[in-house]
């Protein structure tokens, strides 16, 4: 595919789209500066492999066999089989592994085990030994084996979860207890440490816990080396001795593996706000661990937008009358916000747990005292917001899921630029808003605290966003526009976000269960009020010619039920209140209506449509001389995802 002729959508398989996103700014950049790009995206790059084990202890091998398979093997290449397995192959290249990369169940291949059995047999020198492929077997075929990556429910979250931050026999309250105990004895206890963000919990053969350390040295090494030949040399072209020194203090804490090198790294990674280019590289979030203390790996790097960023830079310089304004209790609101940061970017390259499904805005850092002290830096990500809109054009998602012409056309008039701005307000204000109560542990929420942090940004962005002072400044095209991003997102909330969730299953993502708990406590206000005062409700699901539809029909008073439930959201996590969020979470946020779902998914298999996204990057190539000097940094967009899968398999190995 040539530069010119660029398109949004290149592939489609089981529940998956891919796209491809653009990067114009980074065309416009001189030399040194996409040198410096070039060596962050390695980089990013490099550091693949960590995640894949992070995910599954067999993802590697699996993911080396199913590759040898594809290239080696002597068996047909046609066929129901062969094309069962293409998409299982894509669905774990896509997931970073044989669990499904937001509901996290293990996949279950179309195929048999006797036909993997006879392709594995048909590789003249397989990569995997026989061995190791019997023990494989049943991992990939069996459904009773590891079958979730991420379990919130059971006795014990570690024994029910497949994913690899917990040794052989580490459990759940061993786990819980050694962390409090290094917590309670925390040098400085008002600057604690992410304690286990980089490690893995393991016993000795004596049966003591021991965390076994992610560092040059120590697990990941080679990769964790690798990522760091990259990074000494995008140092030669970073564009200020901030920027260097924060990388400095990178390599320092990826070769110690000390969590206060990591502290001032971040400390001053957010103080640097001057470069067009900057960067995330580490381990970071925390989903992907039931006790949501471990962080997966990933690495992106990103280019400013200057003329998109203008609304960040409004948003950030009025930080302390939004937290002035707020509903919640003055006790819970910052005195002073500081360092308040947000920009709109354009992503260069994705990876880790950002690639192949990315977020679309990011807020960092994620340690309580450094935001408090020092703040935090947003990113709206610009180009890949634009993807997913390209790709939504006239799919006919809105139309069977709006059924009036009025909201409709409100919707498409105001719904992109809304829901930037939403993304907008949860990354830049809502993450950074509020504080914690003296004496309360960061991770008092426990299991439920992913979620109601997400809760909470998001009713941040959704009380303010229906204010006046965004049509003040300048941010809302009409006074009226909010109204398209209440209703899409209720929509989603109550029903179109349940595409994603399998027949007779629960909503477990964090982001889903926060989205669920918003809407579903709203339509549970919005009917209360309404028999109590003998009123229409604010909002309801009725039926319309057989078809459920979200109707809202007073959205004042819907802003009103938002602003209580940020009230009492941000209470429970000032004060650490872990039984309110269990409440919360578990009765408005997990159980799934199951004539609702049905319908839903029936009206979406109509559309045939893929309720997932992701994205292929750009390949970036350095461009010599005859002499060996580079004198460009050259950009395509070239790759189909298969390609890119195997390239990265070869070169990120």
Known sequence: MRNDLFTYEDLRFADIQLLRYRVPAFEGLPLRQKQYVYHLAEAALS?????????????????????????????????????????????????????????????????????????????????????????????????????????????????????????????????????????????????????????????????NLYENTYSSGGLYGRQIGRICQHLEKAMEFAENDRQREIVSLLLQFYRTGSLETFDQYTIQWIAETEGMVDFVNGFTEVYGDPLGLKASWEGYVNILD????????????????????????????????????????????????????????????????????????????????????????????????????KVLDMVNRYAHELDDLHTDLHECLGHGSGQILPGVDADALGVHGSTIEETRADLFALYYIADHKMHELGLTPTPEAWKSNYYTYMLNGLMTQLVRIEPGRQIEEAHMRNRALIAHWCLEQSSYWAKVFGTIPAMELAKREGKTVLEIHDY???????????????????????????????????????????????????????????????????????EGTVTDVSIAYDETFDQQMLRYGREYN
């Open 47 to 207: 550091g693949r492999d960590i995640l894949w084990d992070q995910n599954c202890r067999h993802n590697l091998d699996i993911r080396h066999l199913l590759e040898d398979i594809l290239l080696h093997s002597a068996i047909a290449h046609e066929g129901k089989d062969w094309d069962a397995f293409l998409t299982y192959l894509r669905q774990v290249w896509f997931a970073n592994g044989i669990h499904h990369h937001y509901s996290t169940d293990k996949f279950l291949p179309a195929f048999s085990a006797d036909w993997l059995s006879e392709a594995y047999c048909l590789i003249p020198e397989p990569v995997v030994a026989g061995e190791r492929f019997a023990e494989l077997l049943p991992v990939i075929t069996d459904p009773s084996i590891m079958p979730k990556r991420v379990c919130q429910s059971g006795e014990d979250l570690i024994a029910s979860s497949a994913c690899n931050y917990y040794g052989e026999g580490v459990t759940q309250q061993e786990a819980e207890r050694f962390y409090a105990a290094k917590k309670a004895s925390a040098p400085v206890p008002d600057q604690p440490v992410m304690y286990g963000m980089n490690s893995r919990l393991e016993k000795d053969a004596e049966g």
């Open 306 to 405: 200057r003329e998109a960023t203008l609304r960040t830079e409004i948003l950030s310089r009025n930080a302390q009358w939004f937290e002035d304004n707020s509903p919640v209790d003055p006790r819970f609101k910052k005195k002073e916000c500081k360092g308040v940061t947000a920009r709109v970017v354009q992503a260069a390259i994705l990876g880790g747990d950002l690639y192949p499904s990315s977020a679309i805005g990011i807020n960092l850092p994620n340690s309580n005292w450094v935001r408090s002290v020092y703040g935090s830096k947003s990113v709206t990500i610009g180009n890949l917001t634009e993807a997913y809109d390209q790709a939504a054009k006239g799919n006919g998602f809105r139309k069977e899921f709006i059924p009036d012409d």
């Open 556 to 626: 004042p008073t819907l802003r009103q039920f938002i602003g209580q439930l940020l009230a009492e959201i941000q209470r429970i996590k000032s004060e650490g209140d872990t039984l309110a969020a269990k409440h919360l979470v578990e009765k408005y946020g997990v159980e799934v209506d199951s004539a609702l779902h049905q319908e839903v998914l029936q009206r979406y298999k109509a559309l045939d449509l893929a309720p997932y996204k992701g994205f292929i990057n750009p390949r970036y190539t350095l461009v010599t001389d005859t």
